[in-house]
């Protein structure tokens, strides 16, 4: 009898599912795009990013981009975006000092979409993301809760996710590698005055697999991977100008070597009639990862020879993995149209360098890596 | 601006019919609540089993002989029925409307074996041939009929032209079947009240609800009682005799057409319903044939 149950139970369950799924696919109903209560927010986003170094063009993408967040009967919410993205450009070469670039065309296909259910002090919020290239298949799972203390006053915040990814290189380097890994994530919001509130979340994760860049020969990484981030924001609203300043620090650390510091900012300040102006400024350094080894370049055999050995095996060239500094200046501007709709502009520019380092020196024989940013996005409130 | 709460009620679909909604001045709400009763009077235009020109009694008349060709949302709705069949492990059937030949329920009189049989072997979603070539019944005398979600459809249907249209406040209600638009004016919920499944003069439970949508069934509408059994109008499509065990089940979903099915279901599975409804992930309030109310997020 029991074990009866036990078989029938999941059963049920996909059947009882099965129908939500179902009425989802018949013509004009709408579940999603629906009154939200006080807060739901659907926006159209439109994102150009464009990425040089020395006057080569080399990334662009365009992602027209929907997304909705919408409470449904009153306990249960559904949220979902899609996202479609071209990808079209040369991939980062191969260090910047050297030509050969390759040609990079991906069409990219994302999905996700959680559930939260709200309780009376707390949420509970299970998500799904499933994102496929053609060399590229990702699945992820994640299930994320938060607790409210009586006053409202603090909110702690646990997750845990996993991802699973599948990897298929055109170039047939590696076939069918995988990539695993599995995050935590601890967090603790406090409103500290009516003015002030902070918040600290403390993330780790744990992958094994394959880290490697498919694409760049001499690139052979450990099978594993352990990052730790620490986040520390604090917002303040100056009640004097109706302002708000957010400041952000974020520590990071993983078992490959690499520290960062990022130190961010952002002031918010309304202006009348709707305006309000927000410039943003970000600090970032990070040491070079172990196995990081610097171009050399050899006067008979051209640029650059990879000497790469250290002994340990491991070996990249992946500028993301080398010592450098960055700063991040941005601004926005946005204009409230009415009560329900608003546009933004903002701008940003964005420039690494390996003298930029703080504490130590930089990894050399990198170019200066620069990037502008102009995202415009139209937003609705209900 | 915006906005007041205008309310118009109207007969469809054999049921009373309300629509809430906020609109800026009564011209506005008129016209909005025109469109959607249009929406609603199209459905049942389109699917009624009570006219002869409707599609559903063309795929019926044609059984037998020739396959129907069909639109797109009839196809989904075909789909949908496929899935509910599914779903229910066969006790959804939209070929059962048959067996009402054999239960009048304004007499109370057991229908006779003879009469019930030939009814029950008209009975069989497999006998549904939904191919390219449109709809087809495999023997003559079987019928389909959408008037086991066709209402719940229709309150999402005109419930998803007022959003459409902008209205942010209300609801649709066809005959006890609500689809939600949005919360009151000041962003309370609705409160709505369940129907005492022995009482037709009250209430027995309310639920605040600002979104989805609530649909209840019952055993209480069409039946008669014959030696202390009450015998009501959702009838098993295997045996043919009416389901018993609930008084009445209530569910709220996202989608009027998901919670209409849900609790037609329960209401199919009888004692197994508790767990289908558990399995289910959605907020219900039934009542049981010993009069206690089970329920959940509610």
């Not at chain 1, 919410?77 to 993205?85: A, F, L, N, T």
């Not at chain 2, 037609?264 to 009069?291: H, P, R, W």
Request: net charge negative.
């Amino acid at each position: 009898m029991t074990s009866c149950d036990n078989n029938q139970q999941p059963n049920q369950q996909a059947l009882a599912a099965s129908i939500l799924a179902a009425a989802l696919l018949l013509p004009g109903l709408q579940v999603h795009a629906e009154t939200p209560p006080a807060n739901g927010v659907i926006s159209l986003g439109y994102l150009d990013y464009r990425d040089s170094q020395s006057g080569l063009d080399r990334i662009r993408v365009h992602a027209p981009s929907i997304s909705v967040m919408a409470p449904i009967a009153g306990v249960w919410s559904v949220s979902g975006s899609v996202v479609v993205d071209d990808v079209s450009g040369a991939s980062p070469r191969y260090h910047t000092a050297i030509s050969g670039a390759s040609h990079m065309d991906d069409n990219r296909k994302a999905g996700d979409a959680s559930l939260t259910r709200y309780f009376d002090r707390g949420t509970l919020t299970v998500g799904g993301a499933y994102s496929t290239e053609h060399d590229y298949v990702s699945r992820a799972l994640s299930l994320q809760g938060s607790v409210e203390s009586e006053s409202h006053n603090t909110t702690w915040t646990a997750g845990i996710g996993h991802a699973d990814d599948r990897i298929d290189p055109v170039n047939h380097v590696v076939t069918n590698e995988r990539k695993r890994s599995t995050n935590f994530l601890l967090g603790v919001t406090q409103v500290l005055t009516t003015n002030d509130i902070g918040q600290l979340t403390l993330t780790h994760d744990e992958g094994e697999g394959y880290f490697s860049d498919p694409y760049k020969t001499f690139d052979n990484r450990p099978r594993s991977r352990s990052e730790s981030t620490l986040l520390a924001r604090w917002n303040h609203h100056i009640a004097s100008t109706g302002a708000t300043s957010r400041l952000s620090y974020r520590y990071y650390h993983d078992s490959f070597g690499v520290r960062g510091h990022t130190l961010g900012g952002e002031y918010v300040q309304p202006l009348s009639q709707g305006w309000s102006v927000a410039p943003e400024l970000r600090l970032y350094t990070q040491s070079a990862a172990s196995f990081y080894y610097d171009p050399i370049y050899d006067a008979r055999l051209g640029a650059p020879f990879p000497p790469g050995y250290n002994g340990s095996g491991y070996m990249s060239a992946d500028q993301r993995l080398s010592g450098f500094g960055a700063v991040t200046l941005g601004l926005k501007v946005s204009k409230q149209l009415d009560k329900l709709w608003s546009v933004d502009v903002k701008a940003s520019a964005y420039q690494q360098r390996g003298s930029w380092r703080l504490f130590h020196e930089g990894s050399p024989g990198l170019e200066a890596l620069r990037a502008q940013t102009i995202q415009i996005a139209v937003n609705r409130q209900w | 601006m915006i906005d007041a709460i205008h309310r118009k009620t109207f007969e469809a679909m054999a049921s009373r019919c309300e629509i809430k909604l906020s609109a800026p001045d009564a011209l506005t709400a008129d016209v909005l609540v025109r469109q959607a009763i249009e929406e609603v009077q199209r459905i049942e235009t389109k699917y009624s089993r009570y006219r002869p020109d409707s599609i559903v009694s063309r795929i019926n008349a044609a059984a037998g002989r020739s396959a129907v060709e069909c639109d797109s949302e009839t196809g989904a709705l075909m789909a949908y029925a496929d899935a509910l069949h599914g779903a229910s492990e066969g006790l959804f059937d939209i070929t059962s409307g048959v067996l009402r030949r054999a239960w009048d329920f304004r007499h109370p009189q057991l229908p006779k074996a003879d009469v019930l049989e030939p009814l029950l072997a008209l009975v069989g979603w497999h006998k549904v041939d939904c191919g390219s070539d449109g709809v087809f019944l495999q023997q003559a005398g079987m019928e389909i009929d959408f008037g086991g979600f066709g209402k719940e459809y229709a309150a999402d249907r005109a419930a998803a032209l007022l959003i459409d249209a902008g209205v942010r406040h209300g609801y649709v209600n066809l005959g006890g079947d609500m689809r939600f638009i949005g919360p009151q004016m000041n962003g309370r919920p609705w409160s709505i009240g369940i129907q005492d499944p022995r009482d037709p003069e009250s209430v027995m439970a309310s639920i605040p609800v600002s979104q989805g949508a609530l649909t209840t069934s019952g055993d209480y509408e069409r039946y008669f009682e014959l030696d202390g059994e009450r015998y009501c109008h959702i009838l098993n499509p295997r045996t043919g005799m009416p389901v018993r065990f609930w008084r009445s089940v209530s569910v709220l979903a996202p989608m009027a057409i998901a919670a209409g099915s849900c609790s037609t279901i329960a209401m199919l599975k009888q004692e197994d319903g508790l767990n289908f409804l558990n399995a289910s992930d959605m907020a219900y309030l039934a009542v049981n044939d010993q009069g206690q109310m089970l329920y959940r997020d509610i």
